[in-house]
């Protein structure tokens, strides 16, 4: 069994973390069915935008123990386009 937790943020400063204890040789997507993230908050895991530690990886990307497993929101705006809209303010 490897150790592993999901996290999603729906909204800035809110955090939805799951720990999950699942077999070895699980992916990503079996952490994502395991936690119910994807149904609490409405997703369609086909549409999830997700990565381990920070980085970018496909749903088949097999999982290792202590892995963060975290699923992206989409962002409202560019963030180059947030900063000179609060420069200019």
């Given amino acids: 069994m490897i150790d592993v937790e999901v996290v ?10 799951t720990p999950l204890s699942l077999p070895d ?12 993230v994807i149904h609490r908050h409405g ?19 097999p999982l290792r123990a202590r892995d963060r497993v975290e699923v992206y929101r989409p962002l409202k705006c560019d963030p180059k386009e947030a900063r000179r809209l609060r420069y200019r303010q």
């Fill in 8 to 17: 999603y943020c729906p909204v800035a400063g809110r955090a939805d973390v």
């Fill in 25 to 36: 040789g699980a992916t990503l997507r079996d952490a994502l069915a395991a936690s119910g």
């Fill in 43 to 61: 997703l369609l895991i086909a549409e999830a935008v997700c990565g381990i530690w920070g980085r970018l990886q496909t749903l088949d990307s």
